[in-house]
Nanobody, 125 residues
């Protein structure tokens, strides 16, 4: 079992960068595949990026490929989402989720065993 807490959200201008953190507690996040999702106002929650527990496989939504990078720090029990070249369309609440099984870009939010509460990202134009 692992408890997830997201942080790092905030207000940034278009073209700027943010790094989100997903910190695990009560368990070793490094043994879980971890994903990031986001939900904009009035829209469904969507997949953003995911990383295998070994860190050898990463997956990205087409809309963020080349701009966002997911990574993990085993020593800090944390998974990061580095977001560059942010656009107003990236405005959303960002959530992380973890699961002990293998995941892909097609693994849905509700399929993850553990889910965080989210952090707001707002990109101004």
């Amino acid at each position: 079992q692992v408890h997830l807490v997201e942080s790092g959200g905030g207000l940034v201008q278009a073209g700027g960068s943010l790094r989100l953190s997903c910190a695990g507690s009560g368990g070793t996040l490094g043994t879980y595949s971890t994903g990031w999702f986001r939900q904009a106002p009035g829209k469904e929650r969507e997949f953003v990026a995911a990383i295998s527990w070994a860190g050898d496989r990463t997956y990205y939504a087409a809309s963020v490929l080349g701009r966002f990078t997911i990574s993990r720090d085993y020593a800090k029990n944390t998974v990061y989402l580095q977001m560059n070249e942010l656009k107003p369309d990236d405005t959303a609440v960002y959530y992380c989720a973890a699961d002990p099984r293998m995941i892909t870009e097609n693994t849905g939010w509700n399929e993850y065993s553990y889910r965080g509460q989210g952090t707001q990202v707002t990109v101004s134009s």
